[in-house]
T-cell receptor, first 117, second 115 residues
Framework: KAGVTQTPRYLIKTRGQQVTLSCSPI?????VSWYQQTPGQGLQFLFE???????NKGNFPGRFSGRQFSNSRSEMNVSTLELGDSALYLC????????????????FGPGTRLTVL | AQKITQTQPGMFVQEKEAVTLDCTYD???????LFWYKQPSSGEMIFLIY??????QNATEGRYSLNFQKARKSANLVISASQLGDSAMYFC????????????FGGGTRLMVKP
């Protein structure tokens, strides 16, 4: 069974540009969550999509957005990039829907490392 | 809101010895799950072990065990017989069912295993 894949793995952008990151979950999983990891702020939850609907959203500005397609693949977009957006962006896939068991495991992808110059 | 605190930014352990990584948590929810993840330098988060708030037994997975003390709100990870490959960042995380699959992470502990 293939794991979670994220593309691209590395990305370099300049301030003001926009970027789109992609995540393909494990086959059969309908939940995709996104996290931002920085040395200063640690791991922070961005949003979760389940069956094409955003189910939960973290405390990030509106420049950060996402969507999920009918095949469960998800994209996140960051517009008007700032230097502080440089981070490792991790995607996690899960089979759990609403009311899932507490041990509903999240399977993480390798991440996309974004550098904003 | 949930909060996870890991008070050890970095730790050394001698190869083949046991090590305990601390984690305390705070939540008003009665039902919650606690997770430990390992993150090598490659960046991928690797699931290690899970403990549910209603589980009476401490969780164990091979060389990993979780010392769950509910009254003290602590969920420490114990790694027995450390190996060089255990050198990595370790994160404690919490999930509450009414927040979907969102995980709240602690700041992490960098473990370094000495030969």
């Amino acid at each position: 069974k293939a794991g979670v894949t994220q593309t691209p793995r590395y990305l370099i952008k300049t301030r003001g540009q926009q970027v789109t990151l992609s995540c393909s979950p494990i086959s059969g999983h309908r939940s995709v969550s996104w996290y931002q990891q920085t040395p200063g702020q640690g791991l922070q939850f961005l949003f979760e999509y389940f069956s094409e609907t955003q189910r939960n959203k973290g405390n990030f500005p509106g420049r950060f957005s996402g969507r999920q397609f009918s095949n469960s693949r998800s994209e996140m977009n960051v517009s008007t990039l700032e230097l502080g957006d440089s981070a490792l962006y991790l995607c996690a896939s899960s089979s759990g829907g609403p009311g899932a068991r507490g041990d509903n495991e999240q399977f993480f992808g390798p991440g996309t490392r974004l550098t904003v110059l | 809101a949930q909060k996870i605190t890991q008070t050890q930014p970095g730790m050394f352990v001698q190869e083949k010895e046991a090590v305990t990584l601390d984690c305390t948590y705070d939540t008003s929810d009665q039902s919650y799950g606690l997770f430990w993840y390992k993150q090598p330098s490659s960046g991928e988060m690797i699931f290690l072990i899970y403990q549910g708030s209603y589980d009476e037994q401490n969780a164990t997975e091979g060389r990993y065990s979780l010392n769950f003390q509910k009254a003290r709100k602590s969920a420490n990870l114990v790694i027995s017989a450390s190996q060089l490959g255990d050198s990595a960042m370790y994160f404690c995380a919490m999930r509450v069912p009414n927040a979907g699959n969102m995980l709240t992470f602690g700041g992490g502990t960098r473990l370094m295993v000495k030969p």
